[in-house]
């Protein structure tokens, strides 16, 4: 077998490697093309660290360009969310749209000529003792061919939102109607006049719910945990980044005081609605369990105008209807699951314990979890959005720039 070294041109004869396509990389490996891979790479870039993408789909972003709902926007100013190097355009809205957004990552990847390798399948990742090196083996391409690609270092860029949570729902089975996660669902226009249970009262969900009732269909909530709903803005300005600047000032719980005094002025009482708040304030949450606080974009009025109902948690679903557990009992058109998403790095990286295997995220927290042993990194996985991403990132381009300049100094090891 064969290693390739594309930039250089060489083949170097590898006695260890079963008979399989080999390419050896000089610069790092980085799974996954969304932003934050996105990012890591122009930071490399900019440092004039070459790397290479690797992307299961067709298309840089794909959760954001195949998996997001039509009237998605961003729920952060823009500022908070661009990516390093690179603002977002002035003439862009605060919120820009997804359309907007994905064509800045487009003209992101452009702009700092980063092309991903699509369709490659990670099937396993894992490091070489032997000579240090990482092994990633990927299918994919036209004729599904299987890759085996070779770096010092690897960037684990798949995000926190890599596969669908499909819960287990007693009789979900026995539901003669459509049955969906919001993954696959793009706008309200199929559900008109139809009655929607949507499982799940996060970010997505309730903003589900309210793209249903724009399209006069008829949406229940199942509101199973507390959770905390906030306003979008406060006094004019983003409860987000109020929420930045008075960390800076004071402490956590201080904060928690006062966005809960202040939703409670702009939005009044939740409890009353059926969306009882946790003990534990939104951002002391956020950062002790990683339960983001929802943003409310509209839901809440149409809530209390009744056009939107609110369950707890369901207990059964039947052919044609659902139990839920305070013993009420309604009729549905369609299910939507709005269950979230989950990290599927241990079902592909084998071998490291940088990663929790019960969630797929770095052991240690924001802000040391970027940096694993031997050559491996983690960026995406902060529970702090595109914000946490872009930090990670330079992190990353820095460390990995300095170790390849020291390596210039002496002779690398070989496999």
């Known amino acids: 077998m064969e290693f390739v070294t594309e930039t250089l041109g060489k083949r170097v004869h590898d006695p260890y490697v079963e008979e399989s396509r080999c390419i050896l990389i000089p610069g790092p490996i980085i799974v996954g093309s969304g932003p934050s891979g996105l990012a890591t790479a122009a930071c490399l870039k900019s440092r004039g660290v070459s790397s290479l993408i690797l992307e299961r789909s067709s298309c840089i972003a794909s ?81 599904e061919e299987e890759t085996e690609y070779v770096s010092r270092w690897l ?25 969906l996660h919001t993954s696959s669902y793009k706008s309200g226009e199929m559900f008109r006049e139809k009655k929607v249970l949507v499982v799940g009262c996060g970010n997505s969900g309730m903003e589900v719910c309210l793209d249903l009732c724009n399209f006069n269909a008829h949406p229940s909530l199942v509101v199973r945990d507390t959770v905390h709903v906030l306003p979008q803005e406060m006094l004019g300005l983003s409860t987000f980044g109020i929420s930045t600047s008075l960390l800076k000032w004071f402490p956590v719980q201080v904060v928690d005081r006062f966005l809960l005094h202040m939703s409670r002025l702009v939005l009044g009482d939740t409890d009353r609605l059926g969306l009882v708040r946790p003990k534990l304030g939104p951002l002391e949450r956020k950062i002790k369990c990683g339960k983001t606080p929802v943003l ?120």
């Open 63 to 143: 959760l954001w360009q195949l998996k997001t709902y039509d009237r998605l926007r961003l729920h952060l100013p823009k500022h908070f969310c661009e990516l390093p190097l690179m603002p977002f355009p002035s003439s862009y809205p605060t919120y820009p749209t997804k359309p907007q957004f994905v064509q800045y990552l487009e003209s992101y990847a452009e702009h700092f000529g980063l092309k991903p390798v699509f369709n490659q399948t990670v099937e396993e990742a894992k490091l070489d003792r032997r000579c240090g090196l990482w092994r990633v083996r990927t299918v994919g391409g036209k004729k």
């Open 155 to 179: 960037v684990v860029a798949t995000g926190e939102n890599a596969e669908e949570v499909m819960p287990e729902i007693d009789g979900i089975v026995d539901f003669f109607g459509p049955i």
């Open 296 to 415: 409310d974009v509209g839901t809440l009025a149409k809530i209390r105008s009744g056009d939107i109902k609110v369950y707890p948690e369901l207990k059964r679903v039947m052919q044609h209807s659902a139990e839920f557990v305070d013993g009420r009992v309604d009729n549905f058109d369609a299910i939507i699951l709005a269950t979230g998403y989950k990290s599927n790095v241990p079902m592909w990286l084998k071998g490291m314990n940088m990663f929790c295997e019960k969630d797929g995220f770095p052991r240690k927290p924001f802000p040391n979890g970027w940096k694993g042993e031997s050559g491996l990194y983690a960026v995406g996985f902060t529970k702090l959005g595109l914000l946490g991403a872009a930090i990670d990132a330079k992190k990353i381009a820095e460390d990995i720039d300095v170790q390849q300049k020291l390596l210039t100094l002496g002779r690398p090891q070989h496999c």
